[in-house]
């Protein structure tokens, strides 16, 4: 049960960092940069 | 036992919701006088900042579904509920239309003239007979009304539980009519700017009461702890919904979660915001503020919905009892004073209202820009269109509100109708009309004709 609160609370901090740098990676790719 | 609400709780929470009305109508009112054009009701002359637009282009998409759905959502499933947002942010999400679309749209559409999204691929496909921009007015109209509806029947929940229950119908007529003025005076312009004001509404809403949630369980960690001890299922990766799947299984709830992003590119109301920002080079600001406001209220929605859970044990303990996405109305009304608890619901509402208005104001386009002005008087003043397009908005959401009145719970069920039917007629259209030059005005039709009727035939088979 506590093992399972640690893998949900490391799946929650995990999912938010990625999709940060997915947002990064995808603007920097875009053409959003480009004027 | 479930939360209580007293006559005199009631009645303070109802005036803290009063003086947010006002707020919103004075600004309605404000705004009126810069509407000269129809390209300024439907698009605000495309002279907004790209904060407006953030916010705007946020909640126009964030409706009744993020404000009660959401926790609701959360109190169920627990931790997998985040899939949710994962699907919404990159699924084809949010992410996919700002940096595949946003700014391409921004400069094709004003290239041709084009304030709408049928005028778009009229242009975009040579369509020199109209059949495209007819049919997609039609789909828009279609879809998008009940949508509205639907958005009026959830608002009329909201006040209903301050009410301490009783009948929806007098609450539904009291948020349209709200709604309905609004967006009948000001146009896109006002809009946008209530929008901005309801984006920064519900952001700081849900920012209070899951702030004063986590300080009582110690934060995140101290949450999912309290979690696996209301119900182990909650912080369990396999389980969905209380119940632990097969590893296939899981895959296909996940796949099914992040599927709800697919719709993303072809809802008008959303896309249509990209065309109204004044200057392309800002689109990027636009982008970044809306996407982190999009991680930022998806995730403590949620955690409001975990937060009920554990605060309440069962959904038979909530100021509705039974109902999960009562989880945002039970917190506030039990955890803050009722003054409060009434600028905290205020929140929900916000994201109804500002999804509602920008509904409204793109069925109307579709027919004052996309029927009347094409097919009907192509000559017509500019100050008879805005007179017609407020009239219309007018007479829509009164349709909207009829829908809303006579077919009650049931259109909330038009919500998921009304999104997967906007995102199959106009998703991949929009998005490889954008991308793709080799992509025809058959090609398109071929796809309505394949998809819509399929839809229609599943959405009756449903209700059989």
């Given amino acids: 049960m506590a093992a399972d609160a640690t893998v949900a609370t490391q799946f929650f901090v995990i999912q938010v960092v990625v999709q940060i740098i997915v947002m990064i990676i995808c603007i920097w790719l875009s053409d959003l940069l480009k004027d | 036992m479930p939360v209580q609400v007293t006559p005199e709780a009631s009645t303070v929470m109802f005036v ?47 409706s009744g579904w993020v404000g009660l759905g959401l926790p609701g959502e959360g109190f169920t499933s627990g931790i997998n509920a985040t899939w ?28 041709v003239g084009a304030l709408t999204i049928p005028s778009y691929l009229e242009a975009r496909f040579n369509d020199t007979k109209g059949v495209l921009r007819f049919t997609s007015a039609v789909i828009i109209i279609l879809f998008l009304t009940a949508y509205v509806g639907a958005q009026f029947t959830a608002a ?98 996940i796949l099914a979660y992040i599927a709800i992003g697919f719709g993303w590119p072809g809802n008008p109301h959303i896309i249509v915001r990209f065309m109204g920002i004044k200057k392309v080079k800002d689109m990027k600001k636009a982008a970044v503020t809306a996407l982190l406001l999009l991680l930022v209220v998806y995730y403590l929605a949620q955690s409001v919905g975990w937060l009920a859970r554990v605060e309440f044990g069962s959904a038979d303990n909530l100021v509705v009892p039974g109902d999960p996405e009562y989880s945002l109305q039970s917190l506030a009304i039990s955890w803050l004073p009722p003054a409060a608890a009434g600028i905290i619901l205020a929140a929900p509402l916000a994201l109804m209202m500002s999804t509602a208005d920008s509904q409204l104001l793109v069925s109307a386009s579709a027919i004052i820009e996309d029927i009347y002005h094409r097919f009907i008087n192509p000559k017509a003043e500019e100050r008879k269109l805005v007179l017609w397009s407020r009239i219309t908005t007018f007479l829509l959401g009164i349709i909207a509100l009829i829908w809303a009145l006579f077919f009650g719970e049931s259109v909330y069920l038009f919500v998921l109708f009304a999104w997967g039917g906007l995102g199959a007629a106009f998703g991949s259209i929009m998005l490889l009309s954008l991308r793709w030059k080799r992509i025809t005005t058959t090609g398109a039709l071929q796809e309505w004709l394949l998809v819509q009727p399929q839809l229609l035939f599943g959405r009756v088979m449903r209700r059989d």
């Fill in chain 2, 156 to 253: 009329a929940k909201v006040f209903s539980a301050i009410a301490g229950g009783g009948s929806v119908t007098t609450w539904i007529v009291v948020g349209a009519i709200i709604m309905i003025l609004y967006t009948v005076l000001g146009g896109f312009f006002a809009v946008c700017w209530t929008d901005f004001v309801q984006g920064w509404w519900a952001l700081i809403g849900l920012l209070i009461i899951t702030s004063v949630g986590l300080a009582k369980y110690g934060g995140f960690g101290g949450l999912f702890q309290k979690m696996a001890e209301t119900d182990p299922t909650l912080v369990n990766l396999n389980c969905f919904w209380g119940y632990e799947y097969i590893p296939a299984l899981v895959l296909v709830n």
């Fill in chain 2, 84 to 111: 949710n947002t994962i699907g919404c942010f990159m699924g084809i999400g949010d992410l996919g239309v700002w940096t595949l679309m946003a700014k391409r749209l921004r400069r094709y559409t004003e290239v």
């Fill in chain 2, 16 to 62: 803290s919701l009063g003086i947010y009305f006002v707020i919103v109508l004075i600004i309605g009112i404000i705004l009126e006088r810069f509407v000269k054009s129809v390209a300024d009701y439907f698009l605000g002359g495309r002279r907004l900042g790209p904060y407006v637009i953030a916010f705007s282009e946020r909640a126009s998409e964030m």
